[in-house]
């Protein structure tokens, strides 16, 4: 089992992402220059179906030794035809989605808490999922099209954070010195209260009345990432550690204009957040050789993949692979010393949208960051949470929280990334796993088990066979499932499930990816971490790091709650009636 002791903050010497580019990428309304792209600007992405040119962005997989005719999967199909058979895929479905609701069957056991990845890492890349993707499909159904369609132009700059720059995406910025002017501070609300005394630890969010109800809408550049309370409170630290560097820049250059201390800020907190993605969050998520493998170095040789033009974000990545976050939401979360554990369910209802009259966030919801990074307190780390094991199944709450009684009995999130799997042109497992073995040096970590065909299609027939757990679909189980459907399933299995399956076995058992998906997930970040042509590099980039962040950037999570808490002011850190309010 690979495991990371809470020891101490480790310093990757690993350097080779995020400096030595040239370029500048901010002009005064916030654009990033390099590719003609503004911040967050949309891509023209047309509708592609399955017979469109596989390189047009949000397309899938496009492996080297690309096929003739991609072979998309649709479920089960009507024999010769390559169409989906939708009564046949919705009964596979639901024995699939019954099987995952409630925990994680495997060969190491029932599901338990993944000493390898603490519990802020499953937001962290949530966040991440939001930079990287913005999909243009609402709800799911085996009848949906258009699935799959990436319009996030730029990934991995943080315009899940920052919009199109404090001229464009105003809202989500504080208001200048006169009230007026453009800021180079991200919009921050207090503690249960929008009056500007309380410590600013919660983001910006708008409340107003419209009659009889009360409204709310989170003051964020990426609505999304207000959809559960730990998410927001991750968005609130990143959004803290720009405006500290903010305040460190007008420190030191008084007299400079504010576009300045922005652009600087904004830099120094891009390159860090690259780096904690590169050498703390991958190196968590990815089967270590094969982490190695793509870690080090940029040669583009390295990739088993042909990436698109102008996105790195296949489908597989999207619709398939980097569903593994669901497996790891805790049914219930601790946010600090003086509130009680909270349920799943109420975290995800605890925003501007689901419930506004409770925003901004009371004294409850404030994050103290040593239970979700493994950062020392005066408790040690006794009271760092950890994110469940990666495997097929999710938590009941998290499940039940999306099920829609229209859509049968055994709807819900395991269900809707099934389907999603079905209508969003993903490859077909055995077409996937053979390009890509194809693709491979003869020194790739791990090569065997990709043409292990057998022992895929047991280890998926061993899980199917599991009973259903107890938790169950409201006293609703389905029987066995009926023999062509298993071996159905054994043969043609949806990749997301694959992928958390295959994590779930030795020697991974939950606290990694397999190799397959972490071949997936690790080309989709290393393409983009790679390109460099829209971060400012050589002497702007080092010239705003070093003032923010003197000789060492934050290269991990831990190293950045760190420097945040060195750097924050005690009235951040405490309320008006003297209650200490700690960053760790």
Request: hydrophobic share 35%; glycine share 8%; aromatic share 8%.
């Amino acid at each position: 089992m690979f495991k990371t002791k809470p020891a101490k903050i480790q310093v990757s010497k690993n350097r080779n992402a995020d400096s030595g580019a040239s370029g500048c990428p901010i002009d005064r309304r916030g654009f990033l220059k390099g590719s003609g792209l503004a911040v967050g600007g949309l891509a023209t992405i047309a509708a592609t179906t399955g017979k469109a040119a596989p390189n047009l962005p949000g397309s899938g997989l496009l492996c080297k030794t690309e096929p003739s005719a991609p072979q998309y999967y649709v479920g089960v199909e009507v024999k010769g035809t390559g169409q989906t058979d939708a009564a046949r895929t919705e009964k596979l479905f639901e024995h699939l989605a019954a099987r995952m609701n409630g925990y994680t069957p495997s060969r190491s056991g029932p599901r338990f808490e993944n000493p390898n990845i603490p519990a802020g890492y499953t937001y962290l890349a949530q966040m991440t999922a939001h930079d990287l993707t913005i999909n243009s499909e609402s709800h799911i159904s085996l009848s949906t099209t258009g699935v799959g369609e990436n319009l996030r132009s730029r990934p991995l700059l943080l315009d899940t954070l920052y919009g199109q720059g404090p001229e464009i995406s105003g809202l989500c910025y504080q208001y200048g010195p006169d009230s007026s002017a453009v800021s180079a501070y991200l919009r921050l609300d207090g503690v249960g209260k929008a009056d500007g005394q309380s410590p600013r630890r919660d983001i910006g969010r708008l409340r107003e009345s419209t009659g009889a109800s009360t409204v709310g809408r989170p003051l964020v550049a990426d609505a999304r990432n207000d959809n559960n309370a730990v998410l927001s409170q991750l968005v609130a630290l990143f959004s803290m550690v720009h405006n500290t560097a903010a305040d460190l820049s007008a420190r030191q250059a008084p007299d400079a204009p504010t576009f300045v201390h922005y652009k600087r800020a904004r830099l120094a907190t891009t390159a860090a957040y690259r780096s904690i993605i590169r050498n703390d969050l991958l190196s968590r998520l990815l089967d270590p050789k094969i982490y190695r493998h793509y870690n080090r170095s940029a040669n583009p040789q390295r990739f088993l993949t042909k990436g698109a033009a102008d996105n790195p974000v296949t489908r597989e990545f999207s619709q398939a692979a980097y569903r593994i976050g669901h497996s790891m939401v805790r049914p219930f979360y601790r946010f600090n010393s003086r509130g009680e554990s909270h349920g799943i369910a109420d975290v995800l209802t605890r925003t501007s949208a689901a419930n506004p009259n409770e925003t901004p966030l009371d004294r409850q919801w404030i994050a103290e960051w040593s239970r979700y990074f493994e950062v020392s307190s005066n408790l040690g780390f006794d009271n760092l949470q950890s994110s469940m094991k990666i495997g097929p199944g999710y938590s009941s709450a998290l499940n039940n929280h999306f099920k829609r009684p229209e859509d049968g009995a055994f709807s819900g999130l395991a269900m809707r990334d099934l389907q999603r799997s079905a209508v969003s042109q993903v490859r077909k497992l055995s077409s996937l796993r053979t390009a890509i073995e194809e693709s491979m040096p003869a020194d790739f970590p791990h090569r065997t088990w990709f043409s292990d065909t057998k022992r895929h299609a047991r280890m998926l027939i061993d899980w199917a066979q599991q009973p259903v757990p107890a938790q169950g679909f409201g006293g609703l189980f389905p029987d066995a499932m009926p023999r062509d459907l298993l071996i159905e399933f054994a043969n043609n299995p949806p990749l997301v499930l694959f992928i958390l399956i295959e994590a779930a076995q030795a020697p991974w058992n939950g606290e990694r990816l397999g190799p397959l998906g972490s071949v997936i997930i690790a080309e989709t970040f290393f393409r983009a971490l790679d390109d460099m042509s829209s971060l400012c590099g050589g002497g702007e980039l080092a010239e705003a790091e070093r003032l923010v962040f003197g000789p060492q950037r934050p290269e991990t999570m831990p190293e950045l709650v760190v420097w945040l808490d060195r750097n924050t002011s005690g009235a951040d850190k405490k309320l008006p009636d003297g209650d200490e309010l700690p960053i760790i």
